[in-house]
């Protein structure tokens, strides 16, 4: 009898014993799990930053673009008007001075 209950002691002994074991290496499982979801959240967070940096600077470029192209077409309105305004100034001017002359 004395025998059979050491035995169950060595048997709830080693029991404790795995399941000790088991506990520590659930434990070590969860650290490394917490570890990964950290970086696959900082790596993602990282790619989704690369990607609208990118995205950024395409909006960025395209409007600069933009703006360059409605300078360029200023300033050759500009040009059209100081051309027109050349070529009709002298017209433009005795049409001024008629009209102040005829209303004195």
């Known amino acids: 009898m004395e025998e059979e209950i050491k035995k169950i002691i ?3 002994k080693n ?3 795995l399941k ?3 506990e520590d290496i659930i434990n070590e499982n ?3 799990l917490g570890k990964i979801l950290l970086n ?3 790596d993602s967070m990282e790619e989704g930053k690369a990607e609208g940096d ?3 600077n395409k909006l960025l470029d395209e409007g600069n673009n ?3 192209e409605l300078e360029a077409k200023g300033k050759e309105i500009e040009n059209n008007i100081k051309n027109i305004y050349k070529t009709y100034k002298e017209e433009i001017l005795k049409g001024i001075f008629d009209s102040i002359v ?3």
């Open 15 to 17: 029991t404790f014993e």
């Open 40 to 42: 696959l959240e900082k």
């Open 10 to 12: 060595e048997i709830d």
């Open 30 to 32: 969860d650290k490394n």
């Open 66 to 68: 933009k703006a360059k």
């Open 20 to 22: 000790k074991k088991t």
């Open 102 to 104: 005829q209303n004195c």
């Open 54 to 56: 990118c995205v950024y």
